[in-house]
């Protein structure tokens, strides 16, 4: 299949490793022995940025050994693009220094907010998709990549609310903060199919909105439907609904890198490779009928 070259990104340096086009999985602190005494074949790792930011310890210590054996992409929670506040200097700091610590092939942040005031909400809260809101995190992401001196991933996060004074839909914003930014995009494709629910819109042509260029990861989790919407979990296996619109966007973008994230009621590490064999059995499927 012959890629779309429709998007140029930030005119930053490249990263310094690289993430293979393989699945990974979450990295937690419960499985850091196991992964160091069997080490399983597994693509790569990924980890929330803000574990790893003291000086020391244990959880800095099991992160570099596993680094010596595995490609890493730091992840990170609670650096609060879309807030009104001005960047937290000391967190990019953190930030900037585990990158030249552990050297990720991806590093990635959300498309949200969570702090207001120097508070932080703990939580990755929607914007309301403006103009306003746009120019807001658009700048954000210019001056994180800026102080980092690389480009950043943006995911997009699941939502069970809407602001009546959104005038943009989530994927036209999605795709000009990439385009305005320069920034990548961190597809998530399982908070697609949650909102695309929780919303009532098409999850395909979510997809299609998308420039193909600027994907590059893709994340895969399980959810909660036990209630009047979907909630996003990552608690559970992957549902069939969204292994068939990972496979929807494989057929749009191309191979990436995709992650399996379970981050409550985390399982044996087991059963984190079985599921990541599902995405990778697929991606290799997919490389087979590219070709």
């Not at 042509?205 to 420039?211: K, T």
Request: proline content about 4%; overall charge negative.
């Amino acid at each position: 299949m012959q890629m779309r070259d429709d998007y140029l990104g930030a005119n930053v340096q490249s990263t310094v490793t690289s993430i293979p086009c393989m699945a990974g999985v979450g990295l937690r602190a419960t499985h850091y022995q196991e992964i160091l005494k069997t080490l399983p074949k597994i693509g790569w790792f990924e980890v929330h940025s803000e574990n790893y930011f003291g000086a020391g310890g244990q959880p800095l210590y099991f992160l570099e050994q596993i680094r010596n054996y595995y490609p890493i992409s730091l992840h990170g929670v609670g650096l609060s693009l879309g807030s009104s506040d001005i960047l937290n200097q000391l967190h990019l700091k953190k930030l900037k220094n585990l990158i030249q610590h552990i050297e990720p092939g991806l590093v990635s942040e959300h498309l949200c907010w969570g702090s207001i005031g120097g508070r932080s909400l703990n939580d990755l809260l929607p914007l309301p998709y403006t103009e306003e809101a746009l120019s807001n995190i658009v700048s954000h992401i210019q001056q994180t990549q800026d102080f980092l001196g690389r480009r950043i991933l943006i995911e997009n996060v699941s939502s069970y609310l809407q602001f009546k004074h959104s005038n943009i839909p989530e994927w036209e914003f999605l795709k000009e903060v990439a385009v305005r930014s320069g920034c990548g995009i961190l597809l998530d494709i399982n908070n697609i199919y949650v909102n695309s629910i929780n919303h009532g819109f098409d999850s395909m042509h979510y997809i299609d909105a998308i420039p193909l260029g600027a994907v590059e990861e893709i994340h895969l989790a399980g959810f909660d439907s036990n209630g009047s919407c979907l909630i996003d979990t990552h608690g559970t296996p992957v549902s069939k609904e969204v292994w068939a619109l990972y496979e929807y966007a494989l057929a749009s973008f191309g191979g990436k890198p995709t992650l399996i994230e379970w981050d409550t009621d985390i399982p044996s590490f087991a059963t984190l490779l079985r599921e990541a064999l599902k995405a990778q059995l697929r991606l290799e499927q997919f490389n087979v009928v590219a070709a």
